[in-house]
């Protein structure tokens, strides 16, 4: 996974370990904001994060242990 701010749908897809194509409906549907360079999407970390986040089926588990 890149160190920068930036993930590509392939980045994303290897993590989740989904296909690329199921990441691609995520953004054209709208659920994971992403910008489009060229032919290709990139997908801000903070909102991919945040897309996962939205997703888990018990939220206050997953709570950020560091907020104080």
Do not use: C
């Not at 659920?31 to 939220?59: C, H, I, M, W």
Request: net charge positive; aromatic share 12%.
């Amino acid at each position: 996974m890149t160190t920068n701010g930036w993930l590509t749908v392939e980045e994303i897809a290897q993590e989740l370990k989904l296909h690329p194509d199921t990441i691609r409906e995520y953004i054209r549907k709208k659920q994971l904001p992403a910008f489009r360079f060229g032919t290709s999407y990139r997908v801000k970390r903070v909102d991919y994060e945040k897309f996962v986040q939205d997703r888990a089926t018990n939220p206050k588990r997953y709570e950020d242990t560091n907020k104080q």
